[in-house]
Every structure is written in C-alpha cells, then in structure tokens.
C-alpha cells in the first residue's frame, strides 16, 4: 500500500459560488428579525405619542425619528440574515460570503415588499367590503337630510372649508419625496449592513477536507487553504 499524499492540493472551482438553500435561510431569519424590531420600534413610538400635543413640526420629527429607526432595525436584520447564510453554507464564495449577504438582502426585501402588498390588498378589500355593506344604512339619513337649513327666516346652506388643490398637492409631494428618500436610505444601508453580514459569517468558516485517490480534493478558496493546516476537518459553526 502506499501512502495517500496530501502535500498537493488541487482546485475544484465546480461548485456553485452561491447556496441558495443558505440565501433562503437566512433571508428568511433576516425578515423575522426585522418585523420583530420594527414592532417594537411601533411600541416605542406609540407609547412616545401624544396625540393632545401633536403639531406640525412634531409629525416632522416624528416621522424623521421613524424612518431612522427603520434604517437601523432593517441594517441589523440583514447583518444576522447575512452571517447566517454565509454560515449555513457548505462553501464560501470566492468573495468570502459577500455575494451571500447581497443575495439575502435582495430575497429579504423581495419577501418583505411581497407580505406588505399583500396585506395592504387584504385591507383595502375589507374595507371596501364594510363600506359596501354600510352605504345602505347611511342612504336613507342622508336622503331626508336637509341639504340647508333656515335660521331666523333666512335660508343657510352648509359651510364646507376644503383645502386649496395647491396646497394638497403640495403636502403629497413632500410626504411622498421624503418616503422615497427614507426607502432608498433603507435599502442602501440594508445592503451594506448585508455584506458585511456576510463576511461576518464568513471568518474562520472551515471545510470538509478529503482525500480520494491519494490526493486532496480541495475547494476552500487560496490563502484558506495556505493558511490552515493539512489536517481532516469538519465543519465549525
């Protein structure tokens, strides 16, 4: 018999760079992780709220403070979701699980923007469905109301102040401008946060090493390979 040689490691860049197994894992726990912070940042704001002492200025700050907290309840979600996955991994990829962390931040918020519709779908047809059913109660008030009414022998017709358009679409604009602003912010810190996730995940990950036919089949990336020892491993998590 003759002594199997590990001295000459040969690359097998077969492998999928991505395990999407691990992305799905960890785009799923990345989504947990963020519903339960933005919960509890809902609590915090609503135990904060006052609703007596709520001016303009105040919805500003208040929706600052909400759009802040979004971006950092979102950038630690993607940061565990992104280490998870380049954890549960068999391999690496060749950028030491940065392109895990992207990949669970693009299936996080696909699943995310996916669940919100839903449920903003599932609202608004309940409550087109209750309107539905209450217009017809409302029908016969509204029919014998008086559209005016007489006060000391002269005729009044209701006084109805509406906004000038001008001024709505103004304030829809602005609601709208900085809503986009606070998504886009979101999302780039969300992938940052995802990267560096990954890379996290990353550090010291440790191959299987095998030898078949006298010779190593090894698939850990160049300076892992330089680094570590010759010694059969087993994965560490």
């Not at 002594?3 to 992305?23: E, K, N, Y």
């Not at 401008?177 to 606070?182: F, G, K, P, Y």
């Not at 440790?206 to 089949?217: E, F, L, S, T």
């Amino acid at each position: 018999m003759t002594d199997a040689h590990f001295s000459d490691p040969i690359r097998h860049p077969l492998h999928t760079l991505i395990s999407w197994p691990a992305v799905i894992a960890g785009g799923i726990v990345a989504v947990a992780v963020g519903a339960m912070l933005n919960l509890l940042g809902v609590a915090l704001g609503a135990s904060a709220f006052n609703p007596y002492e709520f001016g303009g200025g105040d919805a500003e700050g208040f929706t600052a403070a909400a759009g802040m907290w979004m971006a950092f309840a979102n950038a630690i979600a993607l940061f565990i979701g992104g280490a998870v996955a380049t954890r549960a991994a068999k391999y690496a990829d060749h950028h030491k699980g940065a392109l895990h962390g992207l990949a669970v931040w693009a299936l996080a918020f696909l699943l995310a923007i996916t669940i919100a519709s839903a449920a903003g779908a599932g609202g608004a047809a309940a409550l087109l469905g209750g309107e539905a059913a209450d217009s017809d109660g409302r029908s016969v008030v509204t029919d014998i109301a008086p559209a005016s009414r007489v006060i000391e022998g002269e005729l009044v017709a209701p006084v109805v102040v509406q906004p000038s358009a001008p001024a709505v679409a103004e304030e829809v604009a602005d609601t709208t401008a900085m809503l986009a602003l606070w998504g886009f912010l979101t999302m780039l810190i969300g992938a940052i946060a995802a990267i560096f996730g990954g890379l996290y995940g990353g550090r010291n990950h440790r191959w299987i090493d095998k030898a078949v036919d006298g010779r190593r089949d090894d698939h850990r990336p160049d300076d892992v390979r330089r680094e570590d020892s010759l010694t059969d491993r087993a994965p560490i998590l």
